[in-house]
């Protein structure tokens, strides 16, 4: 999904390599499509709001809810949490599109580093391939984001966050690794 504000493009070259990626600006975008991905963003609650006056928010809710491999990638994550807390005026409050049980609140600092993780055991099924790996990426934002409910996975910090065929991750770059794009 291209929303005004996304960023971090640049990490899906290495997919349109291998795949038939489409920039989705509308709900007819989504049609027969085999995932959705929320990419990072400038501006997580103006994204959100541009989601639903779009009906793009009601399209990726629908696609969850068919079985449709959802995917949100740092400000992706953020919006597919419960809601937006944000304190100190930095991007926006709001309620998220409700399909992981998640909260950011948005904080004056902002994390930017590399990480390397070796993902966690349990993913559910439609990640699975993912278990176990060693991935490399960076973390820029804004936010931090604790789990209020129910999930299949998660780890520190909720850095990877799953539930059933819904999927979240703070890391930018995970998709220019060639063998994690294998799986």
């Given at each position: 999904?291209?929303?005004?504000?996304?960023?971090?493009?640049?990490?899906?070259?290495?997919?349109?390599?291998?795949?038939?990626?489409?920039?989705?600006?509308?709900?007819?975008?989504?049609?027969?499509?085999?995932?959705?991905?929320?990419?990072?963003?400038?501006?997580?609650?103006?994204?959100?709001?541009?989601?639903?006056r779009t009906g793009l928010?009601?399209?990726?809710?629908?696609?969850?809810?068919?079985?449709?491999?959802?995917?949100?990638?740092?400000?992706?994550?953020?919006?597919?949490?419960?809601?937006?807390?944000?304190?100190?005026?930095?991007?926006?409050?709001?309620?998220?599109?409700?399909?992981?049980?998640?909260?950011?609140?948005?904080?004056?600092?902002?994390?930017?580093?590399?990480?390397?993780?070796?993902?966690?055991?349990?993913w559910p099924a439609p990640?699975?391939?993912?278990?176990?790996?060693?991935?490399?990426?960076?973390?820029?934002?804004?936010?931090?984001?604790?789990?209020?409910?129910?999930?299949?996975?998660?780890?520190?910090?909720?850095?990877?966050?799953?539930?059933?065929?819904?999927?979240?991750?703070?890391?930018?770059?995970l998709l220019e690794d060639?063998?994690?794009?294998?799986?």
């Open positions: 999904v291209r929303y005004p504000s996304a960023s971090n493009l640049d990490e899906f070259v290495r997919l349109e390599q291998v795949a038939d990626v489409r920039w989705a600006t509308r709900p007819a975008h989504l049609d027969d499509v085999a995932i959705v991905v929320l990419p990072g963003s400038k501006h997580v609650a103006a994204d959100l709001a541009w989601l639903r928010g009601d399209a990726v809710r629908a696609k969850a809810e068919t079985g449709i491999r959802v995917l949100g990638i740092c400000g992706g994550l953020q919006l597919l949490g419960d809601r937006l807390v944000d304190p100190h005026g930095v991007d926006g409050s709001g309620e998220g599109l409700g399909l992981l049980p998640l909260t950011t609140t948005f904080g004056a600092g902002k994390a930017v580093r590399r990480r390397t993780v070796v993902l966690p055991a349990g990640w699975g391939s993912l278990s176990g790996r060693e991935v490399r990426g960076y973390e820029i934002r804004h936010g931090r984001t604790v789990v209020d409910g129910s999930v299949d996975l998660t780890t520190d910090e909720a850095l990877f966050v799953a539930r059933n065929n819904v999927a979240g991750w703070y890391l930018h770059g060639s063998d994690l794009l294998k799986v």
